[in-house]
C-alpha cells in the first residue's frame, strides 16, 4: 500500500499532515502563549525565537502555528460548507431539469456576475464579523462555483442508461443524488475540493489582510501578513512566513487531491 | 522485380502483446496474439472472423505495422511486396501506409474531417504519396465514385461528409483507400454499423470494386455470412489463436473444428410461435408521438398488441422510430395521441403519474449492458435494489432472492460482489436481466440486447430469455434490427418504417408471401451463409426492376 504510492503524493501527504498536526497540537507545540509579548520589536531569529519576532515583540512561531490553525479550521469548515450545498443543489438541478434548474442556474449566475472579494466585504461590512459568519459567508459564496460543476458533472451521468433505469423504477431525488449520481462523480468532485480548500485559505488570508477576518488579538495567516508588512520595508522578513506556509499548503494539498483522483479514477474501471 | 509465385503478405509466426494494468496493479504485459501465420495473394480477399478479443483488427492492422492503443509487435514477421515491414522504421512505413496499403475502419462518419469536403480527403494521400497530381487523382476519384455506385460521382466530392448518407459515406471510404492504387486494402468491419438493407449495396460495390482492380484485401468481420460473400479464404480466431484456416466453400460447408461449426449453425433457434389468443396483456392504440421542440411526427398512429407470455418482435432500421416506441410505452416520452392500456388498466402517459405497481409489472433491456449498470454499485446491489425497492425485502431473505436470481440467469452466486467492469458483456447482459426478473414483471420490454454481443454470446442470451419466458410466463416486447434474432424468438412481428407499422401480424403471416415492398427489401437483406447469395439478390433485384 505505502510502497505504491508515488513520491509527489508521498511530499504531498507528508506536507499537509504537517501543517494538520500543528493545527491541532497547537497549544501543545507552540513555544509561548499565542498573545503572549515575549522580546523586542522585530527581533531576529534566535534559540528563544525561532523565526523571530512580531512586531509587536510576540514570538512568531507561535503566531505561525496558531495562525495556521485558525486559517485552516476555517478553510476545512467553509470548503465543507461549499461543497455539501454546491453538490448537492448541483445534483438536483441536473436530475429535475426544467424550472428548479432555471431558478438556481440563474440565481447561482447572478451571484457569481459579482467578484466574491467585493460581495463578501459588502456582506461583511454590515455583519458582525464572528467566525460563524465568516465561514458561513465564504462557503455559500464558493457553493455557486462547486454548483457550476457539479451540475455539469451530473448532467453527463444523468443521461447514462442507468439513471434511466432508476428513474423507470420510481426510485426518488435522494436516490437518483447519493446512490447513482455521487459515486460516480466524486472523483472530478475531490479534485476540486482540493482546489476550492486552498481558495478558501486564500480568501480567508485576504479578509484578514484586509481587516475584516479574523479579528486581533486572534493570529491567522493573512493576519501576520498585515502586521507585519511594514517590516518588508526595514528589510524584515517576517511577513514572509505566512506566505511560504500558505504556498506549500497550497502545493502539498493538491499533490494529494492528484493522486486521490488518479486512484479513484483505477478503481474498478469506472469514470 | 517479384516473381508471381511470391505472395504479396506473408506473415509469419506474429505475436502482439499489450500492456495492461489491473485495478490496483502494477502494469503487466500479456501476449494477445499468439502466433499467426498466413499468405495472400495478388488479387485475394482473406476474411478475418472471430468474436471481439480475438485479435481480428489487430493482425488486420499488423499489416501496416500498426498497433492500436498500446497494443505492440512483439514477435514474428510481416512481409508486404517482399521487403519485412517490421524491420523498416520511419520514412519506409510512411511510404508504405496510405500508399502500398490503406485501411477502411468500421466507422466512417467517426474518420473524416466533418470541415474538409470529401474530394480532399480521398485524394490526400495518394498525392501526398506523389503517387498522383492532384488532378490525375481527382480523376481517378470520379471513376472510383462512379464503379462504388456513387450518385452524381462527379460532384459528390465538392459535398461535406454530413452531407451524404452513412452508406455513403462508408463507399467514399473505401475510395479513398483504392485511390492511391494500393496493393493491399484492410477492410475492418466496413458494414458493420450500416443497416441490412445499406449494408447489400456496400458490400457489392467493395466486392465489384476488389474485382475490378485487382488489389487483395484483408476483410475483418465477426459475421461469417458477410464475410462468406466477399472472400476466396477465410481464417478463424479465437482469443488470439488461429482455429481454422480454408477456403470460403470449405468452412462454410465443411467446418472441421467444433468452434467454426458452432459459428456456422449460430442463430439456429428453433422457436414454436404461440397462438394469439386471451386477452392482450398490453395495448397499443393510435400512438402518436414527436420529440420537444420538433414539428413532425416519429410515430404515427402505431396499433400493436402484445399477449401474456408472448413475445411481440419490433422490426426496422435505424430511424424507424422502433426505440421511440419502448419510450412512449416506458412512459419516458409521453405521447401525444393515443391510448395505452395494460393488463386491463389505462396506463398513463407520463412517468411521474404512474403506480408503483405499473412500474414494476413492465420493466426495460437495454442494448448496452455496459451503461445500463451503475458502474460503482456490485451484482449485489444491482439486482438487490429492486427487491428492496418493490417488495421491501431485507437482509437474508433478499440474499437468497438474489441467489435464487443468479442461479436462473446460470451465473453462480460468486458473482454477487463482483462490479460490472469485471463482467463479460454477455454476464453484464445476463445481469440486467436478472435485474428485470428480481421486480417479477408481466412485460419486459428488450431494446437491441443482443446487438452489441458477439453471435455465439447473443445466442446463449435469446435462449435463456425463451427458457425464462417459460418459467416465469413474461410477455417480450422484442425490438431488434436483425432478422434472425426476430424469427428465433417472435410469436408475433411489426415492422416499421419511417414512424410508422408497415406489416403487423403473427410471425407465420408476416415472414410468408406476399410481401409488401419493404418486408421484401428487408427480408431479401437478410445475408444468408452460402456463397454467391449476394449475387443473387443483386440479379433478382435488377431483374425486377427491369421488369417495372
Redesign the interface.
Same mark, same amino acid.
Given at each position: 500500500m505505502i510502497r505504491n504510492i508515488p513520491l509527489a503524493a508521498m511530499v504531498g501527504l507528508m506536507f499537509t499532515g504537517l501543517y494538520f498536526a500543528m493545527a491541532i497540537l497547537a497549544p501543545w507545540i507552540a513555544p509561548y502563549g499565542m498573545a503572549e509579548i515575549v522580546g523586542d520589536v522585530w527581533e531576529p531569529s534566535s534559540p528563544e525565537h525561532l523565526l523571530g519576532t512580531d512586531n509587536i515583540g510576540r514570538d512568531l512561531l507561535t503566531r505561525m502555528i496558531y495562525g495556521g490553525r485558525t486559517t485552516i479550521f476555517i478553510a476545512t469548515v467553509a470548503t465543507l460548507i461549499s461543497f455539501c450545498t454546491g453538490s448537492i443543489l448541483g445534483f438536483w438541478a441536473a436530475v429535475a431539469g426544467g424550472w428548479v434548474d432555471q431558478l438556481l442556474s440563474r440565481f447561482v449566475d447572478l451571484v457569481m456576475s459579482i467578484p466574491s472579494l467585493i460581495l463578501a466585504l459588502v456582506i461583511l461590512s454590515v455583519m458582525p464579523v464572528t467566525v460563524p459568519v465568516l465561514v458561513v459567508v465564504m462557503g455559500v459564496l464558493d457553493s455557486t462555483r462547486v454548483f457550476r460543476l457539479s451540475r455539469a458533472v451530473a448532467v453527463d451521468i444523468t443521461v447514462?442508461?442507468?439513471v434511466?433505469?432508476a *428513474?423507470?423504477? !420510481?426510485?426518488g431525488y435522494r436516490w437518483v443524488i447519493f446512490?447513482?449520481i455521487l459515486?460516480?462523480a466524486l472523483s472530478p468532485l475531490v479534485a476540486e475540493m482540493g482546489l476550492r480548500f486552498i481558495f478558501m485559505v486564500l480568501f480567508i488570508s485576504t479578509l484578514s489582510f484586509l481587516g475584516l477576518g479574523i479579528q486581533p488579538p486572534e493570529a491567522d495567516w493573512g493576519g501576520i501578513v498585515k502586521e507585519n508588512a511594514d517590516g518588508i520595508n526595514y528589510g524584515i522578513g517576517a511577513a514572509l512566513y505566512p506566505a511560504v506556509a500558505i504556498a506549500t499548503l497550497a502545493i502539498s494539498v493538491n499533490l494529494v487531491a492528484d493522486w486521490v483522483l488518479n486512484r479513484t479514477t483505477?478503481? *474498478?474501471? !469506472?469514470? | 522485380m517479384q516473381t508471381t509465385q511470391s505472395p504479396l503478405l506473408q506473415v509469419r509466426d506474429l505475436k502482439i502483446g499489450a500492456t495492461i +494494468?489491473p485495478?490496483?496493479g502494477r502494469p503487466q504485459d500479456i501476449e494477445i496474439v499468439h502466433g499467426v501465420s498466413f499468405d495472400l495473394q495478388k488479387g485475394r480477399v482473406l476474411g478475418l472472423i472471430g468474436e471481439s478479443g480475438a485479435g481480428k483488427s489487430t493482425i488486420g492492422l499488423s499489416a501496416m505495422a500498426y498497433g492500436r492503443g498500446g497494443v505492440k509487435i512483439t514477435g514474428g514477421q510481416v512481409w508486404v511486396n517482399g521487403r519485412d515491414i517490421l524491420q523498416t522504421g520511419g520514412s519506409n512505413l510512411r511510404a508504405l501506409r496510405g500508399g502500398e496499403v490503406t485501411y477502411v475502419s468500421q466507422s466512417a462518419a467517426a474518420s473524416f474531417n466533418p470541415a474538409k469536403k470529401i474530394m480532399d480527403q480521398v485524394v490526400e494521400a495518394a498525392v501526398h504519396q506523389g503517387k498522383f497530381t492532384r488532378s490525375a487523382a481527382e480523376k481517378r476519384a470520379v471513376q472510383l465514385f462512379e464503379k462504388l455506385g456513387l450518385p452524381d460521382p462527379e460532384n459528390i466530392g465538392s459535398r461535406y461528409p454530413h452531407q451524404v448518407s452513412g452508406g455513403q459515406l462508408q463507399r467514399c471510404m473505401t475510395a479513398l483507400a483504392l485511390c492511391p492504387e494500393p496493393d493491399l486494402v484492410v477492410f475492418d468491419e466496413p458494414t458493420t454499423a450500416l443497416d441490412v438493407t445499406t449494408q447489400i449495396d456496400v458490400l457489392m460495390a467493395i466486392k465489384e470494386a476488389i474485382r475490378d482492380t485487382g488489389v487483395a484485401a484483408i476483410y475483418i468481420t465477426h459475421d461469417l455470412a458477410v464475410v462468406a460473400q466477399v472472400s476466396d479464404d477465410i481464417m478463424v480466431l479465437k482469443m488470439g489463436d488461429m482455429v481454422e484456416y480454408g477456403t470460403t466453400e470449405q468452412i462454410i460447408t465443411a467446418p472441421r473444428e467444433a468452434y467454426t461449426k458452432a459459428l456456422v449453425s449460430v442463430r439456429s433457434i428453433d422457436h414454436q410461435e404461440k397462438p394469439a389468443e386471451g386477452t392482450p396483456l398490453l395495448r397499443v392504440e393510435g400512438i402518436s408521438a414527436r420529440y420537444k421542440g420538433t414539428n413532425f411526427d416519429v410515430l404515427k398512429n402505431v396499433n400493436v398488441e402484445l399477449r401474456p407470455g408472448q413475445t411481440l418482435a419490433v422490426v426496422g432500421e435505424s430511424g424507424s422510430g422502433k426505440s421511440t416506441l419502448a419510450r412512449v410505452i +416506458?412512459? =419516458?416520452l409521453p405521447a401525444r395521441q393515443g391510448r395505452l392500456s395494460f393488463d386491463g388498466r389505462v396506463l398513463s402517459p407520463d =412517468?411521474p403519474a404512474?403506480s408503483?405497481e405499473d =412500474?414494476?409489472e413492465l #420493466?426495460?433491456i437495454?442494448q &448496452?449492458a455496459d451503461? /445500463? &449498470?451503475?458502474?460503482? #454499485?456490485t451484482v449485489g446491489t444491482i439486482i438487490g435494489?429492486?427487491l428492496e425497492?418493490y417488495f421491501g425485502m431485507k437482509g437474508d431473505e433478499k440474499k437468497r432472492r438474489i441467489k435464487e436470481l443468479l442461479e436462473e440467469i446460470e451465473m453462480g452466486d460468486g458473482f454477487i460482489d463482483r462490479?460490472p /467492469?469485471?463482467l463479460s458483456g454477455g454476464q453484464k447482459q445476463r445481469v440486467c436481466i436478472a435485474?428485470a426478473l428480481a /421486480?417479477k414483471p408481466k412485460l419486459i420490454i428488450c431494446d437491441e440486447v443482443t446487438s452489441a454481443l458477439d453471435p455465439l454470446v447473443a445466442d446463449g442470451i435469446l435462449k435463456l430469455l425463451l427458457n425464462l419466458q417459460k418459467v416465469e410466463d413474461v410477455a417480450y416486447l422484442f425490438i431488434t434490427h436483425d432478422l434472425a434474432t426476430v424469427r428465433a424468438i417472435a410469436d408475433s412481428i411489426a415492422v416499421m418504417y419511417k414512424g410508422e407499422v408497415v406489416r403487423y401480424g403473427t410471425k407465420s403471416d408476416v415472414l410468408a408471401p406476399p410481401f409488401d415492398d419493404y418486408t421484401d427489401l428487408l427480408l431479401s437483406s437478410v445475408p444468408e451463409m452460402r456463397t454467391g447469395w449476394l449475387e443473387d439478390v443483386i440479379a433478382n433485384r435488377k431483374m425486377e426492376s427491369a421488369g417495372h
Open positions: 447514462m442508461d442507468y434511466e433505469a *428513474k423507470l423504477r !420510481g426510485e446512490r447513482e459515486p460516480n483505477s478503481l *474498478k474501471g !469506472g469514470r | +494494468t485495478p490496483g +416506458t412512459g =419516458l =412517468l404512474r408503483r =412500474l414494476r #420493466q426495460m437495454y &448496452m451503461v /445500463a &449498470m451503475n458502474p460503482r #454499485q435494489r429492486p425497492f462490479y /467492469a469485471e435485474r /421486480a
